[in-house]
């Protein structure tokens, strides 16, 4: 399936940079520029945000046994959102922090405050603690984004409302380095868990009983979940859907087993993001659509239709 | 755009027991009313105008209404007598209850303010609706003021000296070719992300192209858009100018944000012709126009 998959990911921006030049001529040093400046790192973090959403949503639904998981479930795209705006608001009076870098220490603290929630009383992760530590981090987090809001002025509000729907113009490849590493190492992380994954969806004591260590498994799949989704937003925004219809369509096709679905996720998504990006790009130009609205209006109709088909 | 709310039809005088309402609020003044179906205009010379746009406020001060101004948006800062007035809150969150305390006779209100408008015509206290509009809409502003307020000759003498001012610069900048221009107010620091710039609308770009600039947005019917580095490096600026208002730069800053214009091969960025204007004046559509639009063609020439 990934093998598959893989050729038609490195063929999309060449083949969609045919395509947009043709519908805007330009001369030759600047079609140059446009290509690899702009176009070429977009699609990048179009591949690399799309693809480590969507694995980072088949961890967390594998580690809280939820079907509805998202990489957001947990508070750590409000965390990271909220560094965001507090860069956009405040940039200007604090030394040197960027928007990406502010987002990855937001996403940082939300990360440490729901594990040290879901630790404290038990000895391994409490799924449900997990859970309700997300759902409130991710409530308190929206109140903190809101208050910020309501400091900034009229074009800073532009700006982080502009964001917060998820924006892959990364204008250069500098965004994408900084959070390469992390996609790496938990990348790392999850192919490590993918048997593991496979056997918890059974029940943590019968994985337990099959020879897994259902705590070590659990924080591995915490840690790299979230360091996923932390370097995915600080590219892109909290941008929508990737992380919960991906999956989901993958399994369809590939069935249950993590070891498939895992990397079929990635690239999937991968392919999916990048094809959303090109939308919005094209659709209204020379305005451009935030990618989070394409992948909102494609993601949620998709998703209800095989709601519905899963019943009947 | 500006205009009053309701049209001025004559004829209609008087309502006993509305002037009673107004007259207990206000200092004495002896109101003619005038009764238009549900809206209620106040004839005479307002003694307690609550602005809560700070164009308007800046308005007010300079056809010398500034007296009877007493209450301003939180945003007000120019003049600095109007900051000193009381805050009544801003755009989005005016505060009904400071407004009414203020006594007003007259209050200026933004025109998508429609549950304030609401509000203020259920208590019977006259309005006057404004909404952002292009460069000829300020002196038009200017006039309707000036005549509301009882201060006409004033404000016909401001309004012509910014039209002269403007007409002053259109004739300097004529002769010249016109440089492919582009207007920025807003962009993630020290990087080419999130560029917000003037579409072909609204009062900035006519700034811009009354300064002699050709605006390279100009196509996109928009006040302002969020530009890709795409469209930025497609669009080629000869002349790049970044307004940002009263947010002080230090050098270092300057220095930095300079810098990451380099990064991107644009002829305005290559050639040395990016320049950063930091000035509230210049993005607040009031009476400072005319000189902002000439700032703007220094700007566009050096």
């Known amino acids: ?312 | 755009m500006s205009h009053l709310s309701g049209s001025r039809s004559p004829g209609v005088h008087g309502s006993a027991s509305l002037g009673g309402v107004l007259g207990s609020w206000g200092s004495g003044v002896i109101c003619t009313i005038l009764v238009v179906g549900a809206t209620v205009i106040a004839q005479t010379k307002p003694a307690r105008i609550v602005s809560l746009i700070p164009a308007v406020t800046e308005m007010l001060f300079a056809i010398g209404a500034g007296p009877q101004v007493v209450g301003v948006s939180a945003f007000d800062t120019f003049p600095t007598e109007a900051a000193a007035r009381t805050k009544v809150g801003g755009l989005f969150d005016p505060n009904f209850e400071a407004i009414l305390t203020l006594r007003p006779d007259l209050a200026i209100v933004y025109g998508s303010q429609d549950e304030l408008i609401g509000r203020l015509e259920r208590v019977h206290v006259p309005m006057f609706t404004y909404r952002h509009g292009g460069l000829a809409d300020i002196t038009r502003t200017i006039r309707d003021l000036g005549a509301r307020t009882g201060h006409a000759s004033e404000a016909t003498r401001l309004a012509d000296e910014i039209d002269a001012q403007l007409r002053a610069v259109r004739i300097r900048a004529s002769g010249d070719t016109r440089p492919r221009t582009l207007l920025v107010f807003g962009r993630e620091e020290g990087s080419m992300r999130g560029l917000y710039v003037s579409g072909g609308m609204g009062f900035l770009h006519d700034m811009l192209e009354a300064a002699g600039g050709a605006n390279v947005m100009a196509d996109v019917k928009r006040e302002g858009l969020q530009l890709s580095l795409e469209q930025l490096l497609s669009r080629a600026p000869e002349v790049v100018i970044e307004l940002r208002a009263s947010d002080a730069w230090s050098r270092e800053r300057q220095a930095r944000e300079a810098a990451a214009w380099k990064t991107v091969g644009v002829p305005a960025a290559r050639n040395g012709r990016v320049r950063f204007l930091l000035d509230d004046s210049l993005t607040i559509p009031g009476p400072r126009v005319g000189l902002a639009v000439q700032t703007i063609f220094t700007a566009i020439r050096q």
């Not at chain 1, 040290?116 to 308190?140: D, E, K, P, Q, W």
Request: proline share 5%.
């Open chain 1, 1 to 312: 399936m990934a093998v598959a998959v893989a050729p038609f990911i490195g063929q999309t921006p060449l083949q969609f940079g045919r395509v947009f030049s043709m519908s805007l001529p330009f001369s030759d040093n600047i079609d140059a520029q446009i290509f690899f400046l702009a176009r070429l790192p977009r699609s990048l973090a179009a591949a690399v945000v799309g693809g480590t959403l969507a694995a980072a949503g088949v961890v967390f639904q594998g580690l809280l046994r939820n079907p509805l998981a998202t990489p957001y479930t947990l508070g750590i795209s409000a965390g990271a959102s909220f560094g965001a705006m507090a860069a956009i608001t405040f940039g200007s009076m604090l030394p040197v922090v960027g928007v990406t870098s502010a987002s990855l220490a937001g996403a940082l603290l939300a990360v440490m405050v729901v594990y040290a929630l879901a630790s404290a009383r038990h000895s391994g992760l409490s799924t449900t603690v997990l859970l309700l530590a997300g759902v409130t981090m991710n409530s308190f987090f929206s109140a903190l984004i809101l208050f910020v809001q309501y400091l900034s002025d009229f074009t800073e509000t532009f700006r982080a409302l502009r964001w917060l729907m998820g924006d892959l113009d990364v204008a250069g490849y500098g965004p994408i380095l900084g959070a390469l590493p992390l996609v790496v190492v938990a990348l790392g992380g999850f192919a490590w868990l993918a048997r593991p994954l496979n056997l918890l969806s059974l029940g943590a004591d019968a994985a337990a009983t099959r020879g897994v260590d259902v705590r070590r498994a659990q924080r591995v799949a915490f840690f790299s979940g979230s360091l996923a989704t932390g370097a995915a937003v600080s590219i892109g925004g909290p941008i929508g859907f990737v992380g919960i219809i991906v999956p989901h369509l993958v399994r369809l096709v590939v069935g249950a087993d993590h070891r498939l679905v895992l990397p079929a996720s990635f690239f999937v998504g991968a392919a999916f993001l990048v094809v959303c990006d090109v939308v919005s790009r094209i659709i209204m130009a020379p305005l451009e659509l935030p990618v989070g609205i394409i992948t909102a209006l494609i993601g949620g109709p998709f998703f209800l239709w095989m709601l519905i088909r899963k019943r009947t």
